[in-house]
């Protein structure tokens, strides 16, 4: 894991380096168009922006709708976006259906459209800057087999049965628990779990129903939270190795007291970076691929403290 996380780094501190390299003397403008934009998380991801725009010598704003503001707000956004004739335009879209028109017309312009996040499912996008959910999700397995000791019963809760992040976060979690360790039974998902309450009592509902439970993975930081809630109502604490995703307040302190054995954590600011990096090179024309892994790392009660490991610790 060591190796993972150093490389992120070295990657974050090299990147300004090629960027002042290869800047170009027009003025160049790329806006992104988010979601969620007042949560912690896309805030790092808006400071990844910010840092590769200074670098690169080019302008960029973020706007986006906030927490219970309706999916128009994007929508109106994203038109007014265009209107300003960007270089480039970087989307995390709520629904991929709704603005296929504007990336219509974004195609017609000759405006590249570059995902982050969760993408843009529609063809026209060149190209997704993102986490490999499946990939972090693997090295949490891997992490659960090896806290006990290939052998138990594991429960997972996830966020739901069709988006394809939380699809890949269960995937690769049961695909590496099978492999690589045959002797740990893998209980049904609990599906359809988006805040800490429902997932506390979908802890609650796995912890009574199996006693000889020994694991819990959560796919998401409130997930995680809400089992974390659970196995303390319920006096397991020490009995149920939990593994988590994302990061907490909550979540943090629960690994600083054990109570956690670690968690995965997504890298925002290397992820809103390299979104830039991406828009810039589609705006020169150059072939992008598919899907960009802006990387993961690992995190618990060793490295929790690390400065570097702090400032990726959303809450």
């Not at 087999?145 to 939380?166: C, H, M, P, W, Y």
């Not at 629960?254 to 968690?263: N, R």
């Amino acid at each position: 894991m060591k190796k993972i996380f150093v490389l992120g780094f070295f990657l974050l501190f090299m990147l300004p380096i090629k960027a002042q390299e290869t800047q170009a003397p027009e003025k160049i403008y790329i806006p992104v168009i988010s979601k969620k934009i007042d949560s912690s998380f896309f805030q790092l991801i808006k400071l990844g922006t910010e840092q590769a725009a200074k670098a690169y010598g080019i302008e960029t704003t973020w706007e986006g709708q906030k927490v219970g503001e309706p999916a128009e707000v994007q929508l109106n956004l994203l038109k007014s976006a265009l209107s300003k004739n960007p270089q480039a335009i970087i989307l995390t879209a709520l629904n991929s259906q709704e603005v296929s028109p504007y990336l219509e017309e974004a195609n017609a312009a000759d405006i590249p459209v570059v995902g982050l996040d969760t993408g843009v499912d529609n063809p026209i996008v060149k190209t997704t800057v993102a986490t490999d959910n499946y990939k972090a999700s693997t090295f949490a397995a891997e992490k659960m087999g090896q806290f006990l000791n290939g052998k138990g019963k594991v429960g997972i809760i996830s966020l739901d049965r069709i988006s394809t992040e939380a699809e890949a976060r269960t995937n690769g979690f049961i695909d590496t628990l099978k492999q690589n360790f045959p002797d740990i039974e893998i209980l049904p998902p609990q599906y359809d779990v988006d805040s800490v309450a429902s997932a506390k009592e979908a802890a609650k509902s796995f912890l009574t129903a199996h006693p000889d439970l020994t694991g819990l993975y959560g796919q998401s930081g409130d997930i995680s939270t809400g089992i974390i809630e659970a196995v303390r109502e319920l006096n397991k604490e020490g009995e149920v190795t939990i593994i988590g995703f994302d990061a907490s307040k909550t979540l943090s302190n629960a690994i600083k007291e054990g109570t956690v054995a670690g968690a995965v954590s997504q890298d925002p600011i290397g992820m809103g970076y390299l979104a830039i990096q991406a828009a810039l090179r589609a705006y020169r024309g150059e072939t992008l691929p598919d899907f960009i892994d802006s990387g993961f790392f690992w995190y618990d009660k060793s490295n929790i403290d690390n400065p570097e490991v702090q400032l990726y610790l959303f809450d």
